[in-house]
């Protein structure tokens, strides 16, 4: 932080205010305590929190995952229980990531092209997983769908609980990844393929769905990211029976209550470079097709 | 696309939303006050509860406050000074958002915990993080990190120093600067950037969890007394707790206001130099 260099200036020495300034200069003290704030203080500060609190404890988790060499994580991560986590937690993103770009294109379009009433409280419905603590969305999930359902419905203690529960906290994704694109939409194009006799399906699989791809794309992707690391509203509704319906983040959880801090770290290594790539993946589309951060 | 679409596209699009969001939602409250308010009202006013209640309100406190010293400090320093490795800075501020929070609480306990890096350390001076108070408190902290700066700062490096240039000129002290400039003119963006901090930290259950040990009446907050009463098969102190909570993350959803037919937030979309604009649901204007 040595090379640090303000962008404007500090003291009064512009021509325009010499002329007309009465008060004097600030004392030449003030002014360097000033100057050692902007340029030391304030980024140091800044980046020992950002220290403490994140780059410290990251840099623990790789130093943890390899403190016993490639053979101990690589051990700790092919473990049959460990294998099974994962693959259940890609799974499970991948589906829930795939079914959700669907449906979040589906209610961006009903929010962007249909008119009704109650379309602004359906909008903060769709904010709703964003806001609501995990657990709770969790509880909520497990007590409609789960053994006590009114409905009849217990998806508890299986797979489908676990794509409900990660539905239910990427559906926000998906859709806000949609709506500005498809809000920007040129209409034109598509009257003029409905004028030369294309049907609606022919529409939306020529039409619309090429220039709504790379955006659905990197819905699909925040949705996977966030749902490969999901324990909260995973949690209950899923009861964690081990090769079953145990998630990865719920794997690391137990081995780090049963103190096996070293495979825990390894596990999380994977799921620490899953969820970097798809979000360096995002980054990618985003600079390609200059998307827009809708969340 | 064709008019005949447009009514089955909606069903089924609010049906799903039905499904999945509401109905589960609106069941929950349903399951809180089912066997009267009263019975909602002493399962989360037992001591358990109102400590859970009471820790929740104190890690919020301590964590929104330096989270928010964090956020503001760090954007002026990324908006207004180039320097070396700033676009590290800028990418390790948003890595808890794309970890698990069991990752991060994890990481805490190979740093802080009694076989991590500091924990000899710590021992030696009597100061406990995991399973205690201040690992809960960073364990917040660290989930809810990005919030402000990513509201700050785009507001900051949109408004650019021509005013603060100005009032320096002057003779105004950096303090009066940023309180008479730059603090009114973030002041909005740094608003919603505190309610979405203070929405984490309140919902944070991951990465509390595995720091927290959840020691009843200790080291309980609110999620963990959710999860701990669904464990203990005491159903309407989790649904009442969860009520607390429902309805925090609904009045969070309307201080942050509506969204356009884009979907972006509509405050976004105002300028953030107007000085008119009074709309002001968390910060007083002086």
């Known amino acids: 932080m040595a090379e640090v260099q303000l962008t404007f200036p500090s003291t009064p020495s512009t021509p325009t205010t010499q002329g007309r300034s009465k008060s004097k200069p600030p004392s030449t003290s003030l002014s360097k305590l000033r100057r050692f704030l902007a340029n030391v203080a304030g980024p140091s500060l800044s980046v020992t929190y950002l220290s403490l609190l994140v780059v410290l404890p990251i840099a623990a988790i ?34 829930v990531a795939l079914f959700n770009s669907l449906a979040g294109l589906l209610i961006a379009w009903v929010l962007v092209r249909d008119e009704f009433r109650g379309k602004r409280i359906v909008s903060a419905v769709i904010d709703l997983p964003f806001a609501l603590p995990t657990i709770v969305a969790g509880l909520t999930l497990l007590s409609l769908y789960g053994p006590n359902s009114p409905f009849g419905i217990n998806v508890a203690n299986s797979s489908i609980g676990i794509l409900v529960a990660l539905a239910f906290v990427t559906l926000p994704f998906s859709v806000r990844s949609v709506q500005p694109v498809l809000a920007e939409f040129d209409r034109e194009t598509e009257e003029a393929a409905a004028s ?88 990618m589309l985003r600079r390609r097709f200059g998307g827009t951060e809708a969340i | 696309m064709s008019e005949r679409w447009r009514l089955p596209l909606r069903f089924v699009a609010l049906g799903y939303l039905l499904v999945l969001i509401v109905l589960p939602v609106g069941f929950v409250f349903y399951r809180a006050f089912q066997h009267g308010f009263a019975a909602a009202w002493d399962a989360v006013t037992t001591p358990d509860a109102l400590h859970a209640l009471w820790l929740t309100l104190l890690v919020v406190l301590i ?41 991060v609480g994890l990481s805490l306990i ?64 950096p303090f009066a600067v940023f309180r008479r400039i730059t603090l009114p ?102």
């Open chain 2, 110 to 173: 190979l740093v802080y915990g009694h076989t991590g890096w500091f924990g000899n350390w710590l021992a030696a001076h009597g100061i406990a993080v995991i399973f205690s108070v201040p690992g809960i408190v960073m364990a917040s902290a660290t989930v809810a990190l990005p919030y402000v700066v990513r509201e700050v700062l785009p507001v900051l490096q949109e408004i650019g120093t021509e005013q603060e240039q100005a009032a320096a000129t002057l003779g105004a002290s």
């Open chain 1, 196 to 283: 030369l006799g294309a049907s609606s399906p022919v529409i939306l699989r020529r039409i619309i769905l090429p220039s709504l791809a790379p955006a659905m794309l990197a819905g699909a992707g925040l949705a996977f990211a966030r749902a490969v690391g999901e324990f909260g509203s995973v949690v209950l509704i899923s009861g964690n029976l081990p090769f079953k319906t145990e998630v990865a983040s719920s794997w690391i959880y137990s081995l780090s209550q049963s103190d096996s801090l070293g495979a825990a770290a390894s596990v999380s290594v994977v799921l620490i470079l899953i969820a970097l790539g798809v979000l360096l993946g995002i980054g």
């Open chain 2, 185 to 286: 003119s973030i002041r909005q963006g740094l608003a919603y950037g505190i309610t979405l901090t203070t929405a984490r930290v309140l919902g944070e259950f991951g990465a509390v969890v595995v720091v927290s040990g959840a020691i009843e009446g200790k080291t309980q907050t609110m999620t963990l007394f959710i999860q701990a009463s669904i464990e203990n098969v005491q159903p309407t102190g989790a649904f009442a707790g969860a009520v607390i909570l429902a309805l925090i993350a609904i009045f969070v959803l309307a201080i942050l206001g509506g969204r356009d037919e884009r979907g972006s937030r509509t405050w976004r979309s105002r300028s953030p130099q107007s000085p008119s604009d009074t709309e002001m649901p968390l910060l007083s204007t002086t």
């Open chain 1, 62 to 95: 790789l130093s943890t995952a390899f403190a016993g060499g490639w053979g101990a994580f690589w051990a700790a991560v092919s473990q049959p229980e460990a294998v099974a986590a994962l693959k259940l937690t890609l799974l499970c993103s991948l589906g």
């Open chain 2, 63 to 103: 964590a929104v406050t330096a989270d928010t010293i964090f956020g503001v400090g760090t954007s002026l320093v990324l908006a207004r000074h180039r320097f070396r490795g700033a676009w590290l800075l800028d990418a390790f501020i948003d890595l808890p958002l794309a970890i698990s929070p069991v990752v």
